[in-house]
């Protein structure tokens, strides 16, 4: 298993929309270890492919997992090819991200998702998600379409929020 570098804004990378996963194979495998392995490590709940430079519709999730917690057992989601086909109500927490690194906003979302994926094995699932872990679904599957969640705060906001963070990155450049 491999750790591997994640993308940070505003690396052009995150910008693309990425493509669906058609080759099921033992490198598919590899590469969702290393990314559960990379999103224990930072520590996130939530880790998309093209984060760690990968065209692929694919993400990992861990909500439940806590560190501190010594009865807490790891349970890596595999997420590849999602869809969410039903949602509900509205939401609005606090969010962050491992390609945004300190820094945190309150994003509007819905509530409640009902989301289609496969696994490993290419066999298709059902979830129907509330609270953190619709968030974290919807968080995921928006980096697959080229969107951070710093795209979804009121124009003004996200200007001086971009701006902000291009001027930090290059001095640590
Ligand atoms: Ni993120």
């Given at each position: ?9 505003p ?6 929309v ?19 392995e990379t ?9 998309a ?17 806590n ?7 790891k ?9 969410i086909?039903?949602?509900g109500?509205e ?10 690194p ?12 009902s989301?289609?994926?496969q696994d490993?094995n290419?066999e298709v ?6 609270g953190i ?6 968080h995921e599957?928006?980096h697959?379409?080229?969107?951070l ?5 009121p124009?003004?906001?996200r200007?001086?929020?971009q ?11």
């Amino acid at each position: 298993m491999a750790l591997l570098k994640i993308l940070t804004f505003p690396d052009p990378f995150l910008k693309i929309v990425a493509k669906p996963v058609s080759l099921f194979d033992k490198a598919l495998e590899t590469l969702v270890n290393d990314m559960a392995e990379t999103m224990y490590d930072e520590p996130g709940i939530g880790l998309a492919a093209t984060q760690i430079h990968e065209d692929k519709r694919l993400f990992v999730m861990d909500v439940f997992y806590n560190k501190e917690d010594p009865e807490s057992k790891k349970q890596p989601v595999a997420v590849i090819n999602p869809e969410i086909f039903e949602t509900g109500g509205e939401s609005c927490i606090e969010e962050g991200c491992l390609s945004v690194p300190e820094f945190r906003a309150e994003i509007k979302r819905f509530a409640e998702v009902s989301l289609r994926f496969q696994d490993l094995n290419q066999e298709v699932h059902e979830l129907q998600a509330q609270g953190i872990l619709a968030i974290c679904i919807q968080h995921e599957l928006d980096h697959l379409n080229g969107k951070l969640f710093i795209d979804r705060l009121p124009p003004l906001k996200r200007r001086m929020i971009q701006n902000r963070l291009k001027k930090e990155n290059n001095r640590s450049n």
